[in-house]
């Protein structure tokens, strides 16, 4: 049977919504505030009139050199929104972010099944027989952790996390996330370090993991300014991660961005998997939904493409 490629769908909410996109921007609405913000993805015509766009409280603009926020006066610098079953500080930063990707709600929920069932099951890649019937049984490692929202899913869920990022930054916002959403006594180790380096030493330490999530960016350098290319050091970290999965592993997750490359790559680096463990790999995209357009009388809004994912799963 010919493989599937899934598209998994961010619908709208009541704290976000995708209002409209289009000529490589996207008109987005995190709690009460909508900001403005370029996607190169936005390929089609904006449904919107310009004059709607230009009530957004937030514009990222981005010339030859730099790209920069601009704002409505009274605008805060960062406010809380609830989303995915969970609470994050929204904070317009550098490179067009905002501290939150809707797209991965999709992931969280099917994270916490992943860890959900394996409670019911009792299993994990390193529980010990004497460990209390109260005490987590699945532990996951989180690579490129950024603000927290994989992390904050798979704690809520039942979950040890370690939370590995490179960034201080982001970091401190993950936590600041986990104490908004009620979880800051949850067991997560937060992690300042490059991921290759924790890896590497954790594979030495003999350690082992239940899951596996990451999500590389395409460049970055980590705390002690180490250089990542996607293209040369991707294959030897999830080469490196597979030696952490313990002996009943219940998922490895990998998220693409901005690298260029297909969810056949991703699945095609995950394939080993099946020659050691049961279970099945999906692939496909992750997309948001635009809001429905009533003045167009369009059903069912636009999604908007936002990146890539393969999961193996020992489902």
């Given at each position: ?25 996207k ?9 403005s ?22 514009f ?18 960062r ?27 999709v ?26 019937a ?5 532990e ?138 049961d279970?099945?790999?999906?692939i ?11 003045a ?20």
């Open positions: 049977m010919p493989k599937q490629s899934h598209i998994l769908i961010t619908e709208p909410g009541a704290d976000y919504e995708l209002i409209d996109s289009g000529e490589g921007e008109l987005e609405r995190f709690g009460k505030y909508v900001l913000r370029p996607d190169p993805q936005a390929l089609w015509h904006k449904h919107l009139p310009v004059a709607e766009w230009k009530k957004a409280d937030g990222f603009t981005r010339d030859d050199k730099k790209g920069d926020w601009s704002f409505q006066k009274g605008m805060p610098d406010w809380p929104i609830q989303f995915g079953g969970l609470k994050f500080l929204i904070r317009p930063s550098a490179f067009k972010h905002t501290g939150l990707f809707p797209e991965q709600s992931n969280w929920d099917w994270l916490r099944k992943m860890i959900a069932d394996a409670g019911k099951r009792n299993i994990s890649g390193n529980a010990s027989p004497a460990a209390s109260t005490e987590p049984q699945v996951v490692l989180n690579l490129f952790g950024y603000t927290g929202g994989a992390t904050l899913a798979c704690a809520e869920a039942g979950a040890k996390v370690v939370h590995v990022d490179s960034s201080k930054a982001a970091l401190t916002w993950a936590r600041e996330n986990a104490e908004l959403s009620g979880l800051k006594d949850k067991p997560i180790r937060w992690i300042l370090d490059d991921a290759r380096d924790f890896v590497r030493r954790e594979v030495k330490r003999g350690r082992t993991y239940s899951g596996i999530i990451m999500d590389p960016p395409a460049f970055g350098h980590g705390p002690e300014n180490e250089v990542w290319k996607i293209e040369e050091h991707f294959i030897s970290l999830v080469d490196e991660c597979m030696k952490l999965l313990g002996d009943a592993p219940l998922f490895f997750l990998i998220n693409g961005y901005s690298a260029g490359y297909s969810a056949v790559a991703y699945e095609n680096i995950l394939m080993p998997l099946l020659q050691h463990h279970g099945s790999i999906e496909g995209e992750l997309a948001i939904r635009e809001k429905r357009n009533e167009k009388d369009i059903e069912e809004g636009r999604l908007l493409p936002c990146g890539i994912f393969a999961r193996w799963s020992a489902q």
